[in-house]
């Protein structure tokens, strides 16, 4: 287990209970949302449709409209505006066009994992007055990285609402949302783990730091540091702060899918490692033993996180992404392939493992861990 240093306060483990996200509360609630929505799927019968049923679980929802499939998916920001919000106060530097590339990618990264191109973004910005949207700064910040998103993912921007909720978001906060509506096309580009089989090799993609899952963990650290946001991240190395570390923005990876396309490499399943941490690479629900040789570097902020946290590495890779923000499932004479793929896009990746017959657990070799199929239930 990592520690803290000597002058450090003797701070027990702090969990990410203990920061307010309990997914032992939230999952019982997807679960059934689930099953009561997949009762629905009938009603696209009557326009000549059918649901991907396979798509039910996934990151996103996919649809039969004929000669293609349509993908759709809504996500949230989360609590990483809060960050954002308090570092400007004590910056004077608004940091939206950042929050403004995790919320599009927050959306983005889980509709490619079923193999579909995004064709359109919606915005959902939903503020506890009208005043936010006066600070001219910040909200022009947000504008300028909504569209540098979807000019780097090659997305429109649609529309959207921006909804002034006094007494349901608090004062001076925003919540942020963005959907997303995509198409796969060819429809052999769908990946939904049918094709998913032992042999196949696993393909990470790094991460730019703590993207937008796991803030309210971050947050919660600060009561811990001295400094609060501007505690170094690596005294002695770099002046990065704490607060700059974590407001580093998502990577987009819908480059890197298209990339592969292009290439003539179609994955045989994706997973966006978010909330959950490396959990997520026990998505699909077949049983396959998942073994991982060799684990990327840690992003200096995660590696600062789990010291002052006392998280061991059980606890660090369950709920954070510990350096890969994107797992490819790839036949494995294409696996180097695709590694190039990746970084020819500007995306770092590694050829981490590979999928053999077993019981459902996920095994990290170099660091000793085992995850098993009771560690991720989200059907």
């Not at 939904?192 to 032992?198: F, H």
């Not at 990577?251 to 959950?276: D, F, K």
Request: with cysteine; proline share 6%; glycine share 10%.
């Amino acid at each position: 287990m990592t520690t803290t240093s000597p002058s450090a306060p003797d701070h027990g483990t702090l969990s990410y209970e203990q920061s307010g996200v309990n997914y032992d509360l939230i999952d019982p609630l997807k679960v059934a949302a689930q099953r009561a929505a997949a009762a629905t799927g009938e009603h696209l019968a009557a326009h000549g449709f059918s649901e991907v049923t396979a798509s039910r679980g996934e990151s996103a929802y996919v649809v039969d409209v004929g000669p293609f499939y349509l993908a759709s998916i809504v996500e949230c920001l989360g609590s990483k505006s809060l960050v954002a919000d308090e570092m400007q106060r004590l910056t004077g530097r608004s940091y939206y066009d950042a929050i403004a590339q995790d919320t599009i990618a927050m959306a983005i990264n889980d509709l490619i994992t079923v193999g579909a191109t995004p064709l359109v973004v919606q915005a959902y910005w939903a503020a506890g007055g009208s005043d936010w949207f006066g600070d001219a700064q910040r909200s022009q910040a947000l504008v300028t990285g909504w569209k540098a998103a979807c000019d780097r993912c090659g997305v429109a921007w649609g529309g959207g609402e921006t909804p002034a909720l006094a007494g349901i978001v608090e004062a001076g906060r925003i919540d942020l949302a963005a959907s997303c509506t995509g198409l796969i096309n060819p429809k052999a580009r769908l990946s939904v783990g049918d094709k998913l089989a032992p042999g196949d090799a696993i393909v990470l993609l790094a991460s730019s730091g703590i993207h937008a899952n796991g803030l309210s963990l971050a947050r919660k650290l600060v009561e811990r540091l001295p400094q609060g946001y501007l505690t170094p991240v690596e005294p002695g190395v770099s002046s990065l702060s704490y607060g700059d570390a974590l407001l580093a923005p998502t990577v987009l990876y819908s480059p890197v899918t298209e990339a592969l396309y292009r290439a003539g490499i179609t994955p045989h399943y994706c997973a966006n490692i978010t909330g959950h941490g490396w959990r997520k690479l026990l998505r699909h629900p077949a049983a396959h033993t998942y073994r991982v040789h060799t684990v990327p570097d840690v992003p200096p902020v995660l590696k600062f996180i789990q010291r002052h946290a006392r998280h061991d590495d059980l606890e660090a890779y369950s709920t954070l992404n510990m350096g890969a923000g994107f797992a490819l499932f790839v036949p494995a004479e294409q696996a180097e392939r695709t590694v190039a793929v990746a970084q020819a896009q500007g995306v770092r990746a590694w050829l981490a493992g590979r999928i053999e017959t077993g019981p459902k657990r996920l095994l990290i070799e170099p660091l000793g861990l085992e995850f098993g199929d009771d560690a991720l239930q989200l059907r």
